[in-house]
């Protein structure tokens, strides 16, 4: 029995043994087809987690093409809202030369005269003459655009001896041009070890043409220094100038050669005692320019006839000064004038219109604000110290002030107005009894040019300059008046007036009715020249 009842134990637990691995098989069974199916869903899962990063991926590209066409499409806004600005200021200058002229037009037979000369394939030097306000500036600007429309891998240069007289014109200081040290003696040679100047040296080797402006300040010394270096960079050491026809433009009736009293001392070390331009080495004191001197006389800035004669008198000298210009002139002495706040006076020097204009800001009690000029680029300090803008800018709520640029038809550049609000970014100016404009900073593009990929001459910008278009306006000195148009101005003939001061004093406005002198006239105040006689 014992026996028996083992056997059945062993019996039922082999049974249940079986069962229990029959039982677990089927459940690892059940789980491996468990993991097997999420293997196959992870897959699955995998797959699409890999088209989604294939999707991703190629979004991103697209992306980053869209990127590299909008920054591309914004590099060709920028260039051409430069373009557009540039445009703008050419299209303001014109109207501008358009309202000064009357609706008169500027080609006359005399611009074409020059025009001829200037074009002509005779590559000997010429001068270009003519008195205040004949249009000298717009002839250039015209001729410029002409040579640029018929000869684009040419080059026709501006060149003149100070910031404000180049930067008018759109061109370049002589000494920045031809990099020239401040103080150049053109026997000492010439050369240039200045290797970011390899640029100009290769637009100057392009240049056919050379345009000298504002001549009267020239000296002869320098001149030669340009004869020097075109010859030097051109290798053509036998022929004038390099072989580039020079045209010199300007009013030996006006102002002489800047800084005298340096220009002095180097003509004394040069060997020469003449100041002017035509008396240079190269051009055989002045013998080259003989039959070569062509003469604008059409006076577009004023039309009153008995006003141009006056101060056509003035400019050839006080012996010329008929009695009915005298009278003319000595009519326009106030002896009870504004105060000093209430005008603006053309000044002989510098520290006198500083003064005027230090005390008329400090009687102003309201809040000043100083602006600072934001320069950017390839700008130099002599670009920024010549600029017509004002590097530190000082104004007060009543400030009289001088607008630099053209907004027409609103003002012109010469506009005077008062300050009647301003912030950070705008001034408010009064520039006509029921009239307030509003103005903001104004960027100066400081052109250079540049071989292109072709060998072509083509314009870029340098720099920037930006500041608010306007100056303090109680004193102006006349050298920076020179080129000026200005509707009403206040003159003191007794300032020690230089040669050729009184004369750009006289003849900035355009009526009679605006010009008031501070002190009675009489010939004795004009000095002039007589060795530029010949040449007016």
Known sequence: MLGLSLSSTVRKLRNEIVATRERYTAEISAKDQALESLSKLSDVRL???????????????????????????????????????????????LDCEAHNLRNRSYITSEYIECLSAIFSDDKRPIFISGPAGTGKSSLIRY???????????????????????????????????????PVYLPQT???????????????IRKTDILVVDEASMVAPDLVDAIDKALRYLNGKADSLFGGVKVVFVGD????????????VSNLERYGKASPYFFDARSLDGGLMLNGRIHR????????????INALLEVRKGPKFVSEGSAALLASRYIKDPPPPQMRTTLCATNAQADALNDEGLAALSGQQYDYEMIVQGRVGRTQISQSKFVEKLSLKPGARVMLLVNSL????????????????????????PGKVVSVHRTTIELQHNILGAEGNVISETAGTIMQFPMKLAWGLTIHKGQGQTLDDVYVDLSRGF??????????????????HLLVPFDVGQIISDPDVADWL
Request: overall charge negative; glycine content about 8%; aromatic content about 6%.
């Open 47 to 93: 797959d699409q987690v890999n088209g989604l990063q294939r999707q991703l991926d190629t979004s991103l590209h697209d992306i980053s093409e869209r990127d590299g066409k909008i920054r591309a499409m914004n590099g060709e806004i920028s260039l051409a809202e430069k373009k557009c600005k540039q445009l703008a200021s050419k299209c303001d200058a």
């Open 143 to 181: 001729a410029r655009e002409m040579f640029a429309h018929a000869h684009p891998s040419r080059a026709f240069q501006v060149v003149a001896p100070t910031g404000i007289a180049a930067e008018s014109i759109g061109g370049r200081t002589i000494h920045s041009f031809f990099k020239f040290p």
């Open 189 to 203: 040679g010439y050369d240039t070890n200045d290797k970011t100047a390899e640029q100009d040296m290769a637009i």
């Open 252 to 263: 030996l009736g006006q102002l002489p050669p800047v800084n005298a009293s340096n220009t």
């Open 296 to 307: 604008l006389t059409t006076i577009f800035r004023q039309s009153e006839e008995h006003f």
């Open 409 to 432: 038809p609103v003002y012109c550049n010469g506009t005077i107005g008062e300050v009647t609000a301003l912030d950070d970014n705008i001034v408010n100016v009064r520039i006509d």
């Open 498 to 515: 230089a040669t050729g001061q009184a004369y750009t004093a006289l003849s900035r406005v355009r009526h009679i009715s605006g010009l």
